[in-house]
């Protein structure tokens, strides 16, 4: 695995545990008796929201999200960057950068088609981080699956 250099003033495990982490989360995401995917599911994995103390580059976070679930599957693809930049300036919200509200990620998602939201948020509390994966059914708004793993630095 590359080092991404995803963290700027904390070890190296910290990726290593990240990923251990996320594989846990996707590993049982994709076995849950929520989530239905056939071919050609698309998701929306919104930026990873970052409510820790550290220096984090979120969108190569959200990447490794996306890779490690077209990994793990064949049968999804993903809602492209360049189709929600011009959905948000449509909306008005061009200049947001970060991750989004619930709410208009699920009316961007609404509006093409897309039948899962994954949105993820690392927290960090004493030396110990939490990351947390939620998924909702876009046509309805249900969360079909949320998970959360800790992971220590």
């Given at each position: 695995?590359?080092?991404?250099?995803?963290?700027?003033?904390?070890?190296?495990?910290?990726?290593?545990?990240?990923?251990?982490?996320?594989?846990?989360?996707?590993?049982?995401?994709?076995?849950?008796?929520?989530?239905?995917?056939?071919?050609?599911?698309?998701?929306?994995?919104?930026?990873?929201?970052?409510?820790?103390?550290?220096?984090?580059?979120?969108?190569?976070?959200?990447?490794?999200i996306k890779?490690?679930?077209?990994?793990?599957?064949?049968?999804?693809?993903?809602?492209?960057?360049?189709?929600?930049?011009?959905?948000?300036?449509?909306?008005?919200?061009?200049?947001?950068q970060d991750?989004?509200?619930?709410?208009?990620?699920?009316?961007?998602?609404?509006?093409?088609?897309?039948?899962?939201?994954?949105?993820?948020?690392?927290?960090?509390?004493?030396?110990?981080?939490?990351?947390?994966?939620?998924?909702?059914?876009?046509?309805?708004?249900?969360?079909?699956?949320?998970?959360?793993?800790?992971?220590?630095?």
């Amino acid at each position: 695995m590359k080092n991404f250099h995803l963290f700027t003033h904390k070890p190296k495990n910290i990726l290593l545990n990240f990923d251990a982490a996320l594989d846990n989360i996707i590993s049982d995401l994709l076995k849950s008796n929520n989530v239905f995917i056939s071919n050609n599911t698309l998701f929306f994995i919104d930026i990873l929201k970052n409510n820790s103390n550290s220096i984090l580059d979120t969108k190569k976070l959200t990447d490794l999200i996306k890779n490690k679930i077209a990994k793990k599957t064949n049968n999804v693809y993903f809602f492209e960057t360049q189709i929600i930049d011009e959905n948000k300036k449509k909306l008005g919200l061009s200049n947001i950068q970060d991750s989004i509200d619930t709410g208009t990620a699920l009316l961007l998602s609404r509006n093409n088609n897309v039948k899962y939201y994954l949105n993820s948020c690392l927290s960090e509390e004493k030396k110990k981080f939490s990351l947390k994966i939620q998924l909702i059914l876009v046509r309805t708004g249900e969360i079909v699956f949320v998970k959360t793993e800790k992971f220590y630095f």
